[in-house]
């Protein structure tokens, strides 16, 4: 069987390398210079700069059957973040996991005791609940807003307000808390369950291990699929300034603007981006946490010193920080980089910040509003010869892709 995956990002990689292994003959077409698609790092004067601030949660089930953990060299943040505001800072940690941490933790005013004991008996859920479809990868759960659930739970307003929604901000790309609940249980269960952790290398290594599994030359990289080659109802191959190639199947393995441009097919429409600044740094002193802000009316959503987790993100002796805003995409980026210079110094008012760069991510994920994972697309079509590959038939995640790249493989091998 021949088959041709379109776009070489986590999912049609691992949809290639399951075809691969499944014995199929797999060629992928990528347009850009290489691949992982949005997990990618760029380096910049010694710096590994990843597009957009990404991290892996070990525990991720799809991703786990199909990455080296050791190969990786992975590193470790530590549990909890700091929190930012009033012009002070706090940190909340996992005394199980980060004991030194625990004085920090019972003093901080940011969760009030009662909110402290729902943590703890979350996590203890978590732990405990059989696996269920999250034993594949898949989201389950309560199908309403996050704010609507941890309201529900008895969390107050200001632990809310001081942790949760700077929080996953960074995760859902959005602080209004009102994708759905079932991204808070998978998350949180991911957390519980395992680290957080980065490459040593950048991010950029998770699909570059999925590309090492494939024959040399599978990959062709700066080659764009303008369309589809379709005959009597069947997806037939793919056409592009290249010339034109037939197939027994085609995956499309696009984002989902593509994916729509190419296929015709329905797949979720809304979308949510950030900005992530970088910056040299003469040292922050934020350890290993991820670094939160807690203001009304914060620019800043998150940053962490990443040369703290893996010293290879910046030269020796140098610091490299990464600040996420959610706002601001039209602003110049002098501008962005200013402001955010501007709010970091108030955090850290020693420190030294050189901007180094920025990057513009206008769809980080698709929009995960509540009741949006009943209507995602399936990877077969009812086109013959044609499936969809893609975290929107999952959920957004990097587990999401990759599980939604292994599903597809399976429908091809199947049929």
Request: proline share 6%.
């Amino acid at each position: 069987m021949r088959v041709i995956v379109v776009g070489a990002g986590l999912a049609g990689l691992t949809c290639a390398k399951v075809l691969h292994e499944g014995g199929a003959e797999v060629e992928v077409f990528e347009a850009s210079d290489g691949v992982g698609g949005r997990v990618r790092t760029d380096e910049k004067e010694g710096f590994l700069l990843d597009r957009g601030f990404q991290v892996y949660f070990t525990a991720y089930p799809a991703a786990r059957r199909h990455l080296d953990h050791g190969a990786l060299d992975l590193r470790y943040f530590e549990p909890g973040a700091v929190i930012h505001r009033d012009g002070g800072r706090e940190v909340l940690s996992d005394p199980l996991r980060d004991p030194a941490a625990l004085p920090h933790t019972l003093l901080a005013r940011a969760a009030t005791p009662s909110d402290k004991v729902r943590v703890a008996a979350l996590a203890l859920r978590h732990l405990l609940v059989g696996r269920g479809p999250e034993a594949a990868g898949e989201v389950e759960g309560e199908d309403e807003s996050i704010l609507a659930c941890l309201e529900a739970r008895g969390f107050s307003q200001g632990f809310i307000e001081a942790f949760f929604r700077p929080f996953y901000g960074g995760i859902l790309l959005d602080r209004s808390l009102s994708a759905s609940c079932r991204i808070l249980t998978f998350t949180f269960r991911m957390m519980v369950r395992g680290g957080v952790a980065v490459p040593a290398g950048g991010m950029g290594e998770i699909p570059r291990q999925l590309a090492g599994r494939l024959p040399e030359g599978a990959v062709r990289l700066e080659s764009p699929v303008d369309g589809l080659l379709r005959e009597d109802g069947r997806v037939r191959g793919v056409r592009g300034p290249w010339g034109e190639r037939e197939a027994d199947a085609v995956v499309v393995a696009t984002d989902a603007p593509e994916a729509r441009r190419l296929t015709g097919e329905k797949v979720p429409e809304g979308s949510v981006g950030e900005v992530c600044l970088y910056y040299e740094t003469s040292g922050v002193g934020g350890g290993k946490k991820i670094l939160l802000n807690a203001e009304e009316g914060a620019f800043i959503n998150n940053a962490v010193e990443i040369s703290n987790v893996s010293e290879r993100y910046a030269p020796p002796g140098r610091h490299l920080l990464y600040a996420i805003t959610l706002e601001g995409f039209g602003l110049p980026d002098d501008e962005l980089l200013r402001r955010g210079v501007e709010e970091l110094s108030r955090w850290y008012p020693r420190a030294d910040f050189r901007p180094l760069g920025l990057r513009r991510i206008p769809y980080g994920q698709f929009a995960q509003p509540p009741g949006v994972h009943a209507t995602l697309p399936g990877n077969r079509t009812a086109s013959q010869g044609l499936f969809l590959a893609g975290e929107y038939t999952v959920d957004s995640s990097i587990n999401g892709a990759i599980l939604s790249g292994e599903q597809a493989a399976r429908e091809v091998l199947a049929r």
